[in-house]
């Protein structure tokens, strides 16, 4: 008898067996990378350290809308009723003075005028891409435009949430990333803030870049970005004059993870968090600390 004969259905039948233990063994780990789990972190709020005037600010206001006022001659331009831009004015905040909370407990030293109250996940992946998307996002799902709720991963990839709430979920393992049937039907708040996790984990400026595109100055409206390759802001507010004279109010976040909050600029000896338009007209200008030139000014997909 050949004992090459009678050993190969043995050999074949502990591969296949090694197989299925490999199969099982991989599941729950496929499993667990393609739901993430969003779990919000304790902030720490405390009195600033140091005393700050800025401009225009009414340290009663709640929201951003009462929080900060028009420079002397200026008025906010009108928005739509259940706008994006509306969304940002009502936007709750953190009482005035107090420092930046960031994602581990600490805080930091700032002049900002207006800390957004809005939650920051546990792992400090929030940062500068990822507290725009989040608004765009939140904006969209509190409005159930579910449809709207779609991103870029910084390799060019979409992750659609209404797929995601129907079990899809995107598996990603380096710069390498597909959709797979890896989860159940999820119309929870829950599985919003999961897929949202998600998102946040492999989107980024690149990524706002590619679903953007460059608009000039004069155009410039809320909802809009300011982008390069490293940092990313918001064009919050506008207000304009009698003689056409804007002026912005610029938001962010950066590392480590911070709440999304108002910067400021230089107005002669004072701050203010108005930017005028002039300013961005510029070939280049900082944005608390970050360069940008006039060619990152950018409007993400069509705009609000």
């Given amino acids: 008898m050949n004992k090459n004969l009678t050993t190969a259905p043995k050999r074949g039948k502990k591969l296949i067996i090694l197989l299925l233990i490999l199969i099982i063994a991989v599941i729950p780990v496929v499993y667990i990378r393609a739901n993430p789990k969003w779990t919000p972190t304790e902030i720490t709020i405390k009195p600033s350290k140091i005393d700050y005037k800025v401009q225009c600010v009414n340290s009663e206001g709640m929201t951003l809308k009462s929080r900060i006022t028009p420079p002397e001659g200026y008025s906010r331009v009108p928005v739509e009723s259940g706008s994006f831009a509306e969304y940002l004015r009502n936007y709750p905040l953190h009482p005035d003075k107090i420092m930046l909370p960031v994602f581990n407990g600490n805080v930091l030293n700032t002049d900002s005028p207006a800390i957004f109250d809005i939650s920051l996940g546990n792992e400090g992946y929030q940062q500068c891409a990822d507290s725009i998307i989040r608004l765009y996002s939140d904006y969209f799902y509190e409005n159930q435009q579910f449809d ?157």
């Avoid at 119309?187 to 949202?196: A, C, I, K, P, V």
Wanted: with cysteine; glycine share 8%.
């Fill in 148 to 304: 709207k709720i779609s991103f870029e991963f910084s390799n060019g990839d979409v992750c659609n949430y209404n797929r995601w709430r129907k079990g899809k979920r995107m598996l990603a393992l380096g710069d390498f990333s597909c959709e797979i049937p890896a989860g159940f039907p999820d119309d929870s708040e829950q599985g919003y803030r999961n897929y949202l996790k998600s998102v946040m984990n492999y989107a980024g400026t690149l990524s706002l870049i590619n679903e953007s595109k460059p608009i000039s100055p004069d155009e410039m409206r809320i909802g809009d970005i300011i982008c390069d390759e490293t940092h990313v802001v918001l064009i919050v507010d506008e207000a304009v004059n009698e003689k056409g004279e804007k002026v912005y109010l610029i938001g962010q976040s950066f590392i480590p993870a911070v709440c999304f909050h108002i910067v400021t600029t230089t107005n002669g000896d004072a701050a203010t968090p108005w930017f005028t338009q002039e300013q961005f007209e510029q070939e280049s200008f900082t944005i608390d600390s970050f360069g940008f030139s006039k060619n990152n000014i950018r409007r993400w997909k069509d705009g609000f």
